[in-house]
């Protein structure tokens, strides 16, 4: 089993962004989306994640609706806006510029200074 | 994430409310189900799946409170929440909170009362169509000075050549403010009357309540027999009779027919303040009737007696008009008489001219009154900071128990919003009861003042207000409180060592408040003795004992024997009543408004048309009446008539200049006729107390004749009795005839100096409530500090400390502030003293002595307001002091 890694704060939003960018979810659905693409490497307390997604709908990013999930079940829908998309869009930019830059740090050798 | 998304949502959250509960329940059940349903799809018994779901899911309850603080649901009810408890904080506190909400209220109700007055003065439209496209036009000649521009209607010619050709005015129109007898059932009264040009209702686009206004038809000699009249005359002389159209009155003598009646509040020209003329008298105009001048008349270019209005058209603007009329005006200039040569014309905004003057004064009040506000919520800042000293230990306990910082701050706005709230409501009612005593008294010659009243902006501005005073008070202390450090508050409140009295944002609210405070001061200290100097002016005349009454003749008098004939009797009979000494006529009295301004020729001298005299009519007893000193020659006689020796009175500066060191008795002036000076009189202040009184001349008035004077006699009885007596005589003689307003000589003076007493009044009560604000809250201060240092006084004390070197450390504590606070005031107030320059007279706005005065004044009551608490120090008995902690 692979190794399991601590959320880094902040992250939880960007990463509901990112599965809800893949397509309409429910909030268990959310999980099981960060679940897969992070290979099970990253696990959410699950109760944490509802705050967030109330967080983000009230804020504009993410909207909304009941509707019937796979085993007939009413289950909430959530879905990315189009503002939750820009900020998704300048979340992931600014991300990665950080990942290379702390990477580039990181690597720094004592015969590079 | 845009605001008005989240005031979407928070205001689904809190409209919503049960449903998003629900709506939260289920979503995290069916959450929880599903995870039970993998799990037991895993192979899992569905008892253990749902237990692991719930445990993996985690506290439900948690979870969704942090889901409701996401949505901002928890506001309204915390709000509520907070409210209540500032409620219950404020009641277990009494004096604080009434002290605090007293002194915000003396703040908010002063800011109030002063904004309503600018308000309705200044900011309220008139109320007529499209006000903004209202102007007045003057056609000033600039080579004829001190005249004021109020004088310049334009001449009647060039009047109708700019209505019949200008294209930049829809309407146009040209009126008069006087006072006329108005006989309605036999009995004349005097009221104040208009005469206008057919298009002056269109132009102000007013119609009546009642029949038609004046039309241009009416406005032709021949069909010019009709009259509207005002509202309040409608009610007070016809019982606000529906029938009253068709009814005739007298007016002047002459029969018209009332045609209208105007709505209630329309008052027009009387009550502008361009037109407090003698001749007008009254605030409020009471009967408009066509001026209809004759067709020889209207061609006139040397007369003028009307002022002139007009409606912009559309998308003109003012300097286009003015360039319009200034062409006009010259391509006519040489048709001038040569006197009248190089006329201009000048335009300007109408509600300007109805209230301008008296815009310096309103935003002077407005400037101290809101000193007045913000000393008394830096007043209600300190106390909130000195509560907050003594309530460090719940905030720390608090802050101990979990509540986060920005909870705090909310809490003690909340209570700041209490206090707001109370004194706001307080301060509106206080506003309207000092707007009624202002109105009700009506001192200051303030057009519109007397429409004052509490509305939807005025509430809103105290709305305003109050909230900027729960920022000021409440937020601004709470930030240092909220800080609160729990170590140090809890080592604190164990030691027994000497406190930190007073914080330095405290000290220093307290020594801004006393600088405001001084400037205050400075400044009614400054009119206070500009209205002293003004009292003790030399008048030139004695006032006191005099009682007037002003009586205007109609067109039966049209000859000046008529006239002469009239006026004789009345002074002969008013002289010979019982208790008058004297009994004059004069076409003005001094200070009872109107001018006469006249250039003329005096012996020895080439005519010189640019330096002018004041002139006045008078009988013969005139100088006796009014108590003017004759310093040679003689008076007028009654030998002075119409076919003998035209005679005149000069002045003395008139003597003085013009036949120094010579007697000026015998000699020649030319004005209507040649003259010959056969006395010399004191120096009046005629026209205004405030300005140095220019040359003078009289001429008698029975010998040329008037159509109205004004009756003065020296008198003992009361007023109202002369007056009756006065009434009496005049119907016999006339009873078409009837008697103007009765003025006493006081009144005429109390009168010329009303705008200042108003003025010096208001910025006194000003200055009255920040001295008083500022005392309380030195004493507060002090108070609380004392109080704080109970224990090390004790201490001190029981060390042999002597009570003398106690009362000494807290005086000179207080004074320190006290005195600091001044010295930044009398800086402040030296710079700030000259935005009220043009208020003063005969004091320089930085005079040292009225400053030196304050600063003694405010030293000797700070030290007052600092020696109650330093002797209650002074008893503080060391034993109970020890023990109370």
């Keep these: ?113 | 994430m845009s605001i008005a998304s989240r005031l979407r949502s928070w205001w689904r959250a809190t409209r919503h409310a049960s449903r998003m509960e629900s709506d939260m329940d289920r979503e995290m059940r069916a959450h929880m189900e599903a995870r039970a349903a993998d799990l037991t799809g895993r192979g899992i018994a569905p008892e253990e799946a749902r237990r692991r779901a719930e445990m993996e899911f985690g506290p439900v309850a948690q979870t969704m409170e942090a889901c409701r603080d996401a949505r901002a649901a928890n506001l309204v009810p915390s709000l509520v929440q907070d409210l209540a408890f500032g409620f219950r904080v404020l009641r277990k506190n009494p004096g604080f909170a009434s002290i605090a909400v007293i002194t915000l209220a003396l703040g908010i109700g002063a800011t109030t009362a002063v904004f309503s007055l600018v308000n309705s003065v200044l900011l309220r439209s008139l109320p007529y169509r499209n006000p903004d496209r209202l102007v007045y036009l003057f056609e000033p000649v600039p080579h004829i000075t001190g005249v004021p521009l109020e004088a310049w209607g334009p001449f009647n010619a060039d009047f109708y050549d700019w209505q019949s050709q200008s294209r930049s005015f829809s309407h146009l129109a040209i009126f008069t403010a006087d006072s006329t007898n108005l006989a309605v059932n036999g009995t004349a009264i005097r009221v104040s009357s208009s005469r206008v040009t057919g298009e002056f209702f269109q132009t102000l686009g007013l119609a009546p309540e009642l029949g038609r206004a004046i039309s241009p038809d009416d406005d032709r000699p021949g069909s010019d027999n009709v009259a509207v009249i005002s509202h309040a005359l409608w009610q007070s002389q016809f019982g606000a009779d529906p029938h009253v159209l068709g009814r005739q009155v007298l007016f002047n003598a002459k029969p018209r027919r009332i045609i209208g009646v105007m709505p209630a509040g329309f008052r027009f020209p009387h009550g502008a303040e361009s037109f407090e003329t003698a001749e007008a008298g009254g605030r409020a105009t009471d009967v408009w009737v066509p001026l209809a001048l004759s067709p020889k008349e209207k061609a006139m270019r040397d007369e003028g007696p009307g002022y002139a209005i007009g409606f912009l058209k559309p998308g003109v603007t003012l300097p286009r008009a003015q360039a319009e009329i200034a062409a006009m005006v010259a391509s006519v200039d040489k048709l001038h008489p040569p006197f009248f040569q190089g006329a201009t014309s000048l335009i300007r905004p109408f509600d300007a001219e109805i209230t301008g003057g008296s815009r310096h004064a309103l935003l002077t009040f407005l400037a101290a009154v809101l000193l007045v506000l913000l000393i008394a919520s830096s007043n209600v800042a300190s106390l909130v900071l000195a509560r907050m000293h003594g309530r460090a230990r719940e905030f720390s306990l608090r802050a101990a128990l979990g509540a986060s910082r920005g909870r705090l701050i909310r809490q003690l706005s909340t209570e700041s919003l209490c206090l707001a709230g109370a004194g706001g409501l307080l301060g509106v009612l206080a506003a309207w009861l000092t707007i009624r005593l202002l109105v009700h008294f009506h001192a200051a010659n303030i057009p519109r003042l007397d429409e004052t009243s509490i509305d939807a902006r005025v509430l809103l501005f105290a709305l305003g207000t109050s909230l900027a005073t729960v920022f000021l008070c409440g937020l601004f202390p709470a930030w240092p409180a909220s800080r609160c450090n729990i170590h140090e508050v809890m080592k604190r409140s164990a030691s027994r060592t000497v406190r930190g009295t007073a914080s330095n944002l405290h000290r220093g609210l307290m020594i801004g408040q006393v600088a405001l405070t001084f400037v205050l001061l400075a400044g009614s200290g400054l009119l206070i003795r500009s209205f002293l100097n003004l009292q003790a002016v030399h008048k030139g005349f004695l006032p006191a004992a005099t009682v007037s009454v002003d009586i205007r003749l109609d067109a039966r008098y049209n000859t000046p024997e008529r006239q002469v004939a009239f006026f004789r009797r009345v002074i002969d009979e008013t002289s010979r009543l019982p208790g008058v000494e004297a009994a004059a006529a004069a076409n003005f009295l001094p200070l009872g408004g109107g001018q006469s301004l006249s250039a003329i020729e005096v012996e020895g001298y080439p005519f010189d048309d640019k330096t002018f005299f004041e002139q006045r009519d008078v009988s013969p007893a005139y100088f006796a009446a009014e108590g003017i000193p004759i310093l040679e020659g003689r008076s007028f006689t009654g030998a002075d008539t119409t076919g003998t020796q035209p005679v005149i009175i000069i002045s003395r500066s008139f003597a003085r200049r013009y036949f120094p060191g010579q007697s000026a008795l015998g000699k020649k002036i030319h004005t209507t006729g040649h003259r010959v000076v056969v006395g010399v009189v004191g120096d009046v202040r005629q026209y205004s107390l405030e300005t140095a009184p220019p040359m003078q001349f009289y001429v008698p008035l029975l010998q040329d004749g008037q159509w109205a004077a004004n009756i003065v006699a020296r008198t003992t009885i009361s007023p109202d009795r002369l007056a009756s007596d006065m009434r009496a005589l005049v119907r016999n003689i006339d009873p078409a005839v009837a008697i103007g307003t009765v003025r006493t000589g006081s009144e005429l003076v109390a009168a010329a100096t009303a705008e200042r007493r108003f003025e010096t009044f208001l910025l006194t009560a000003f200055a009255a409530i920040g001295l008083f604000l500022s005392l309380v809250g030195l004493y507060a201060l002090l108070s609380y500090s004392v109080e704080q240092r109970t224990a090390e006084i004790g201490v001190r004390m029981a060390l042999g400390a002597q009570p003398a070197s106690i009362l000494r450390q807290v005086i000179a504590q207080g004074s320190t502030l006290a005195l600091a606070g001044i010295a930044l005031g009398f800086a402040a107030a030296w710079f700030a003293a000259r935005s009220i320059a043009s208020l003063l007279f005969e004091v320089k706005p930085t005079d040292a002595p009225t400053f030196l005065a304050v600063a003694a004044l405010f030293c000797a009551v700070a030290l007052a307001a600092c020696y109650f608490p330093a002797r209650r120090a002074t008893q503080v008995d060391p034993i109970v002091s020890l023990r109370t902690e």
């Design chain 1, 1 to 113: 089993m692979p190794e399991r890694l601590d959320l880094l704060q902040g992250t939880l939003d960007l990463l509901i962004l990112k599965a809800l960018s893949l397509g309409p979810l429910h909030g268990y659905g959310v999980l099981l989306r960060i679940g897969q693409i992070s290979s099970q490497r990253l696990e959410i307390q699950q109760g944490s994640l509802y705050p967030a997604l109330y967080r983000l709908e009230h804020q504009g990013l993410i909207a909304s609706e009941w509707g019937e999930s796979d085993n007939k079940r009413k289950a909430k829908y959530y879905r990315l806006t189009p503002s939750g998309r820009r900020q998704l869009r300048s979340e992931a930019e600014k991300w990665s510029e950080m990942a290379g830059l702390m990477a580039s740090i990181l690597s720094t050798t004592t015969e590079e200074i």
